[in-house]
């Protein structure tokens, strides 16, 4: 099952020892497994996502779901830590199934794994509260460091994907020019710099090494920029900051 799902494609890790191991520092000390949920139509694809993960000491599958209707009630029933859900599924569809999931399990973190790379997919999907948005060609290590990286509170993407979001992000900015009722918090001029990186697609550890900074100083200024702006995660921050113009790509 090694390289079941395809050359690798997927986003960067924190760092080379996750990159060797597959496994975070923090991860390391967590004393019980990752609950992971799969939601695909697919059931041989299922499996093999069950086959691989199972050899992930750290990372557990609690249950599977065909579709997004039967996820939601399967995600009630088990509570996942993670959710890993396709896009488009009969009855009900994943982004469908992101809010009501959130609603019945609000700690579970979703990844959507799926061939979908149609920016409107990738741009609802974080509208309805998605933290991650990979595609099926990454490879399966990539699959499992992307869980754990989730479950540390850290948001991935598939770099083809990062340039397709900054596009409808533009796209938006163009159609629209809200009025803002209330002055937009402001950040400091590093938290701009951090928020523009963040917005490219960069992960703590590389924001770091562009700034010259420490990892431990980028993960303090993205907690400082959500508290500010009262959001919940990096993605959410960026789709602000882009709608109030705080930031703008050129």
Request: net charge negative; aromatic share 2%.
């Amino acid at each position: 099952m090694a390289d079941r799902f395809g050359p690798v494609s997927g986003p960067a890790e924190d760092d080379e020892d996750s990159a060797r191991s597959g496994r975070s520092t923090s991860r390391d000390a967590r004393q019980e497994p990752i609950r992971v949920l799969v939601v695909d139509d697919h059931a041989l694809f299922r499996r093999g996502l069950e086959i691989v993960l199972a050899h992930e000491e750290d990372i557990q599958v609690v249950g599977e779901a065909g579709d997004g209707a039967e996820a939601v009630d399967k995600a009630a029933d088990l509570l996942p830590d993670i959710v890993l859900m396709d896009v488009r599924m009969p009855r009900r569809g994943g982004i469908e199934a992101c809010t009501s999931i959130k609603e019945v399990a609000p700690s579970a973190k979703i990844i959507m794994l799926t061939i979908s790379d149609e920016e409107a997919d990738l741009y609802d999907a974080i509208k309805a509260g998605a933290t991650g948005y990979l595609l099926k060609e990454i490879s399966t290590d990539e699959v499992a460091t992307a869980i754990r990286a989730v479950a540390d509170g850290q948001s991935q993407i598939s770099p083809s994907m990062a340039s397709k979001l900054l596009t409808e992000f533009k796209s938006m900015i163009q159609r629209t020019d809200e009025r803002r009722l209330v002055p937009a918090p402001r950040l400091t001029d590093r938290e701009l710099e951090v928020l523009k990186l963040v917005a490219t697609g960069m992960n703590n550890r590389d924001i770091a090494k562009e700034l010259f900074i420490s990892e431990n100083t980028v993960k303090n200024h993205v907690r400082n920029i959500l508290e500010k702006l009262q959001l919940h995660s990096r993605m959410e921050a960026v789709v602000y900051a882009m709608r109030e113009k705080i930031l703008e790509i050129r």
